[in-house]
């Protein structure tokens, strides 16, 4: 999945917004006229919330739902919070004001119904086929696990129950496709400073349904080996993928080293949540903004290559 909103160091604003139902604009006032929340600051010079601030701040906003005043509360520890919420508030089991997310794939991982979860994402995998349930419901399914776990409504082990289950129940249906070799080659990796992982073996199953031999690098790939093994593997494309955690200047600077550095006639392709994907053009790099972007691409690179061979 995983297009996690989380930085290595602590959840960025908009996350905490997700997560507490505290608009940014008041944690920033908060954050002035209170001393509390205290964030330290990401890579991009962006404020990131530690977790036991964000704890503390699900408790405030819990409180303030039911009456209390925001003056009162921040100057509490989270033990006096969670004892002034009552029980079942304390030790971080306070949850945000807001709604549940309404998704049924999260109803097994809050139960811990691992049974009930396989069954889900199979039978929807029956009802709209692997592409259409790569393309259409996983999407939704990647969005959801990760806003429930930003807003404190999954913990993060149900989080890693989710994607580990579906990344098991992906290999499992390629593994029963057959290979047909037809291009083109493509190498699949994340670059350094990025670990999410589950959006590549997404592009990995839709190219295996188009018969396209495809290699998967993993995560945290440097350039110079990804050069190397697209030549070690005769790959016709490199493809990437970014979460929107990931730092844009690594982006732009990691891109821009691969395609300098990468034989012209390989193609780059780079896709996934990152922002700046969309918000930045990079000469000799197709971005896709979404996994069903894949399909028209390969079609699109066989067409050429038809071309190509007819010239």
């Given amino acids: 999945m995983r297009a996690m909103p989380v930085e290595q160091d602590g959840m960025p604003i908009a996350a905490v917004e997700q997560s507490t139902g505290i608009a940014r604009a ?20 962006e404020r990131s919330y530690p977790g036991e601030q964000v704890e503390k701040l699900r408790l405030i906003a819990g409180l303030m739902a039911r009456g209390h005043r925001p003056g009162r509360l921040v100057g509490l520890d989270p033990g006096q919070l969670a004892a002034l919420a009552g029980p079942g508030a304390a030790n971080g089991s306070a949850r945000a004001a807001a709604p549940l997310i309404d998704d049924p794939v999260l109803a097994p991982l809050r139960e811990h119904d691992t049974f009930s979860l396989i069954s889900y994402i199979e039978s929807s995998i029956r009802t ?55 291009g083109p080659r493509v190498l699949l990796a994340t670059l350094p400073e990025e670990v999410h992982t589950l959006g590549l073996l997404m592009v990995q199953a839709l190219l295996a349904l188009e018969g396209c031999p495809c ?7 440097p350039v110079q080996q990804l050069v190397k093994a697209a030549g070690a593997f005769g790959a016709d494309v490199v493809g990437l993928s970014f979460s929107a955690s ?66």
């Fill in 128 to 182: 709209l086929g692997l592409a259409g349930f790569i393309c259409e419901r996983m999407p939704q399914m990647n969005a959801n696990v990760g806003l429930a776990w930003a807003r404190g409504d999954i913990e993060v082990f149900e989080e890693h129950l989710y994607t580990e289950t579906v990344q098991d129940l992906l290999r499992r249906e390629m593994g029963r496709l057959q290979p047909l070799g037809h």
């Fill in 26 to 45: 008041t944690l920033r006032i908060w954050e002035r006229r209170y001393g509390f929340p205290r964030p330290g600051r990401d890579l991009r010079g």
């Fill in 215 to 221: 290699t998967s690098l993993g995560a945290r790939v």
């Fill in 246 to 311: 990931t730092n844009p200047s690594h982006v732009l600077r990691g891109l821009e080293q691969l395609r300098g550095e990468l034989a012209p006639q390989v193609a780059v392709w780079a896709g996934g949540s990152s922002p700046v994907l969309a918000r930045h053009r990079i000469a000799g790099v197709q971005v896709m903004p979404h996994i069903r972007d894949v399909l028209p691409a390969v079609a699109h690179w066989r067409a050429g290559r038809e071309l190509r061979s007819a010239s």
